[in-house]
């Protein structure tokens, strides 16, 4: 599996949480939206930072 992480200002077009600072791309799908501590908590050996 593989697995990027994307930090940045991500804009989500959710009315909720308009934006975001992180992502994890998981197999080409988005698996995770939301801050960037989190989102590095989540990843594995196996993710690349971008």
Do not use: W
């Not at 992480?5 to 698996?31: C, H, Q, S, Y």
């Amino acid at each position: 599996m593989k697995q990027t992480i994307i930090l940045g200002n991500i804009i989500t077009m959710d009315e909720k949480r308009p934006t975001a600072k992180a992502a994890l791309v998981k197999d080409g799908v988005f698996a995770y939206i939301g801050g960037a501590e989190e989102v590095k908590k989540l990843d594995g050996s196996t993710c690349h930072t971008r």
